[in-house]
């Protein structure tokens, strides 16, 4: 018997943005900082907070039931359930993807949570691909969802400036069209940075205690202007790659779609690769860094805008926690929106 090759088709995109904003007039009152210097260092002029009783796996539960439903399948055709995420219903179990496929009906199907910090979403379309091509999943929900509000330190302006909270989720479907499938994807991680991007507690080196209560080690820290340097060297180096690699001009790709950390790296990125504007997808500026879910939002916006159009190609490419990294080129498979 032949088998038929199958592959990976990117089929529908949602996401769901908390309605609270907080603007950077609201950080101007809660720490010292102003409007003027957060938008010149970032970018980002607001970012969503989840309300107090919203959690991680409410805000992916919504993205995934839009992400199906956008796909035109039953929640019973999903076979495989993967969430990313840093911010996690519960440190470390049950997996927030377990909980997000309880709450939208999804039952008896391989759920489990990976963490790649803000690469997490790629990540999960490395694996999506793999279980496809392999024949061992059809259909898999892959959910990118961060209520990072719940590790941020709002004293500390160096980092409560940059994050916000959102999720987005993306149907990957088995496909015998080799037009449909993921061109490439490529992901990489760097372990000698760890600590360039950690919550140092709770976890086996810190477990709770008045210590980590003390010196506020359930907190986000950075080593911002390290981190950033990094982040512009390895996603330009990464996006060339995988452009040479398939011989693919940057000038060609209608949409860019990198991770939204801070506009000043995005532009660095996109001018070393000679790329113009329109190319661009941006959402840093009313998100602000949502981490695992910003590439899947900012997708969710370019669908909703009308501009994704059926077949069009995407380019996404990540930077984030670990370190880690990752870049794809796929089409977007999924009906236009109207
Ligand atoms: N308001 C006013 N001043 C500030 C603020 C603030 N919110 N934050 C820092 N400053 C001050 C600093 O104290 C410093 O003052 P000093 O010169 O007197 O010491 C000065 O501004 C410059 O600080 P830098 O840290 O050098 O500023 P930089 O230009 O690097 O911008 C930023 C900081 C925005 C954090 C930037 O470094 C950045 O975006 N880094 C990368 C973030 C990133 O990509 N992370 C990876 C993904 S996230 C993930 O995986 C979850």
Redesign the pocket.
């Known amino acids: 018997m032949v088998s038929v090759p199958l592959y990976a088709s990117f089929r529908s995109i949602g996401a769901y943005v908390p309605e609270k904003i907080l603007s950077n007039y609201d950080l101007e009152k809660m720490?010292?900082?102003?409007d003027e210097?957060?938008i010149k260092?970032?970018g980002i002029k607001q970012r969503h907070i989840a309300a107090t009783n919203e959690t991680t796996s409410d805000m992916g539960a919504k993205a995934a039931l839009l992400a199906i439903e956008r796909a035109g399948i039953s929640k019973e055709e999903i076979d495989l359930v993967m969430c990313a995420t840093?911010t996690p219903d519960y440190f470390n179990m049950p997996a927030t993807a377990c909980i997000i496929s309880d709450k939208i009906g999804i039952h008896n199907v391989q759920a489990f949570d990976i963490s790649a910090?803000?690469s997490g979403f790629v990540y999960l379309l490395t694996m999506a691909k793999a279980f496809i091509e392999s024949g061992m999943k059809k259909n898999i929900l892959v959910i990118g969802a961060e209520k990072f509000s719940s590790i941020v330190d709002y004293t500390d302006?160096?980092t409560c400036?940059?994050f916000g909270d959102g999720a987005g989720a993306a149907v990957i479907c088995a496909s015998d069209k080799k037009e449909e499938g993921f061109i490439d994807i490529h992901a990489s991680a760097d372990g000698s940075y760890a600590d360039f991007?950690m919550t140092p507690a709770p976890g086996s080196v810190h477990p709770v205690s008045q210590k980590v209560i003390d010196e506020r080690l359930n907190f986000v820290q950075?080593k911002?202007?390290e981190?950033?340097k990094l982040?512009v060297k390895t996603l330009t180096k990464d996006v060339q790659e995988i452009l040479e690699k398939n011989s693919i001009k940057a000038s060609d790709i209608p949409h860019f779609i990198p991770h939204q950390?801070?506009y000043r790296?995005i532009k660095a990125v996109g001018d070393a690769l000679g790329m113009r504007e329109d190319q661009v997808v941006l959402t840093v500026h009313k998100y602000g860094?949502t981490?695992a879910a910003s590439i899947p939002m900012a997708i969710n916006d370019l669908y909703q805008s009308g501009k994704l159009q059926t077949g069009e190609l995407m380019l996404l490419d990540t930077?984030?926690?670990g370190l880690t990294w990752a870049s794809a080129l796929l089409p977007f498979c999924g009906k236009t929106h109207s």
């Open positions: 720490v010292d900082t102003s210097w957060i260092r970032t840093v910090a803000c302006r160096t400036i940059l991007l950075m911002g202007n981190t950033f982040a950390a801070n790296i860094n981490s930077f984030g926690g």
